[in-house]
């Protein structure tokens, strides 16, 4: 089992700038963030393997939003600048551990116009 905890959401303007934290309970083969918008799917929006630091982008977030981790705390981060109002959404972490996928329980992130 591997415990996943996001951090971080909150309430902002547009093209204001907001980080998340997630922290794993223990090392992963990678780690990345999705979101939620009301009524939509979950879709991807970075993610990043831990052994390699390959780290890959949904088109929609590339040159906003930068994913970051800190090796040592089996934690990852994820910068959000220039939000915009279709950001909005509950913004969930997920840990692979081999065929296994383990989800935080979600930050609320909400950007106003």
């Known amino acids: 089992q591997v415990q996943v905890v996001e951090s971080g959401g909150g309430l902002v303007e547009a093209g204001g700038s907001l980080r998340l934290s997630c922290a794993a309970s223990?090392?992963?083969?990678?780690m990345g963030w999705f979101r939620q918008a009301p009524g939509k799917e979950r879709e991807y929006v970075a993610s990043?393997?831990?052994?390699?630091?390959?780290?890959n982008y949904a088109d929609s977030v590339k040159g906003r939003f930068t994913i970051s981790r800190d090796n040592a705390e089996n934690t990852l981060y994820l910068q959000m600048n220039s939000l915009k109002p279709e950001d909005t959404a509950v913004y969930y972490c997920?840990?692979?551990?081999?065929?296994?996928?383990?989800w935080g329980q979600g930050t609320q992130v909400a950007v106003s116009s």
């Open positions: 997920r840990a692979r551990v081999g065929a296994y996928d383990y």
């Open positions: 223990r090392r992963t083969f990678s």
């Open positions: 990043v393997l831990w052994s390699s630091g390959t780290i």
